[in-house]
Every structure is written in structure tokens, then in C-alpha cells.
T-cell receptor, first 115, second 115 residues
Framework: GAGVSQSPSNKVTEKGKDVELRCDPISGHTALYWYRQRLGQGLEFLIYFQGNSAPDKSGLPSDRFSAERTGGSVSTLTIQRTQQEDSAVYLC?????????????FGPGTRLTVL | AQSVAQPEDQVNVAEGNPLTVKCTYSVSGNPYLFWYVQYPNRGLQFLLKYITGDNLVKGSYGFEAEFNKSQTSFHLKKPSALVSDSALYFCAVRGRGTAGNKLTFGGGTRVLVKP
């Protein structure tokens, strides 16, 4: 069956530009997560959505970062006025519900390079 | 706050030898524990999880992990490593209850299996 998909797979942008990263979760999964993985490092939680509840934005590193989830499905992570330190792989994951014993299913990630 | 420690940045093992990747955690109450594997330029793949019950959990690709509550550990093991097991391994923990929606990852351990 279809897994989590992300687009684009690679994005190169200039410092100061805005970027949008897209995530398509597994159909029927109500929870959606965004993580950032810097080169050679672990996963840094950014934000998660659970159904129609208010998202948990506690991991967003600055107000330049925002995310939306439309219709309880597709999500877009937006980074405004990109900085070189934003360069990383951005991973999206989904699960049946947030919390509990359900494992998360990850997409292949979007590699963002800010020049 | 919950946390995960993977004390080894890299583990080297000869093919056919036993493989162990260490993980210790800190969380309030009983944990849900997970292991994920990441191959180069790929997203994370779920290996196994501990929910409750038997402390020895068996997962994909011949991997298993042992939950030790007194030592707050969840070490990943494989009796006989393959070259194809070379990858980056992440341990993750989630608490239970309303505060337990986030998954906290360790920094990752790179496994290199030599022929």
C-alpha cells in the first residue's frame, strides 16, 4: 500500500527565500508529525497534528517556521526567510493516532539546502 | 521530560557475529519503546516496539530487543549480523497518558558490519 510521501525530495534555495515542504500521510492516519534531521544527528521534533485538535507546535525553532494540515490529510511545512542553519532533512511521519503504542511511519524526507 | 541516550556513536562488528546497540531512557511512568533503522538517503523504518508484557520483543529482519525496567534500558540485538544491517539505528521513547504523544529519539548509532 502507499506509504508516506514527501515532496520535493530535494530543495535548494537562497538565503532569505521562503520554502514549502509537502507531506502526504498514509490514508486513515489521524496523526501527522514533522521532524528535522541535521547531518549526522538525531531527529528533532518540530510539530504534530492529531485529527482536528490544535497542533502541538512546541518544537518549532522560531516563528519563521509554520505548518498547516488541510482537511486532516496533506500537510505543508513552511519556512520563511530561510537561513543557512535551516539546511537539513525534513522528515514527515504519520500514525493511526497520536500517542499510545502506535508506531510512526516515515516518509523519505525532503533535503533542504540553503545557500 | 523524557529522553533517550544511545551511548555509542558507532558500532563495528564482523559479519556473522552478534550485534548489540545500546539504548537507555528516562520517562515518567511506564514507557512505550521503539527501534527504527535508517538506510542511506531513506526515511526511518520501524523495527520493533515494546508495549507491555514479555520483556523480549522480536521484530523485523531478525532483530530483537530486551526491555529492562530496573536498568531503564532497551538494547537492540541480532544474533548474527549481516553486511546489509549496516545502517543508522534510532531508539525512541514515548510516555503514556495525555503527555505522551511525542516520540523522543536518541541521537542514533551507526552500525558497520564488515564482511
Amino acid at each position: 500500500g502507499a506509504g508516506v510521501s514527501q515532496s520535493p525530495s530535494n530543495k535548494v534555495t537562497e538565503k532569505g527565500k521562503d520554502v514549502e515542504l509537502r507531506c502526504d500521510p498514509i490514508s486513515g492516519h489521524t496523526a501527522l508529525y514533522w521532524y528535522r534531521q541535521r547531518l549526522g544527528q538525531g531527529l528533532e521534533f518540530l510539530i504534530y497534528f492529531q485529527g482536528n485538535s490544535a497542533p502541538d507546535k512546541s518544537g518549532l525553532p522560531s516563528d519563521r517556521f509554520s505548518a498547516e494540515r488541510t482537511g486532516g490529510s496533506v500537510s505543508t511545512l513552511t519556512i520563511q526567510r530561510t537561513q543557512q542553519e535551516d539546511s537539513a532533512v525534513y522528515l514527515c511521519a504519520s500514525s493511526l493516532i497520536a500517542g499510545g503504542p502506535d508506531e510512526q511511519f516515515f516518509g523519505p524526507g525532503t533535503r533542504l539546502t540553503v545557500l | 521530560a523524557q529522553s533517550v541516550a544511545q551511548p555509542e556513536d558507532q558500532v563495528n562488528v564482523a559479519e556473522g557475529n552478534p550485534l548489540t546497540v545500546k539504548c537507555t531512557y528516562s520517562v515518567s511512568g511506564n514507557p512505550y519503546l521503539f527501534w527504527y533503522v535508517q538506510y542511506p538517503n531513506r526515511g526511518l523504518q520501524f523495527l520493533l516496539k515494546y508495549i507491555t508484557g514479555d520483556n523480549l520483543v522480536k521484530g523485523s529482519y531478525g532483530f530483537e530487543a530486551e526491555f529492562n525496567k530496573s536498568q531503564t534500558s532497551f538494547h537492540l540485538k541480532k544474533p548474527s549480523a549481516l553486511v546489509s544491517d549496516s545502517a543508522l539505528y534510532f531508539c525512541a521513547v514515548r510516555g503514556r497518558g495525555t503527555a505522551g504523544n511525542k516520540l523522543t529519539f536518541g541521537g542514533g548509532t551507526r552500525v558497520l558490519v564488515k564482511p
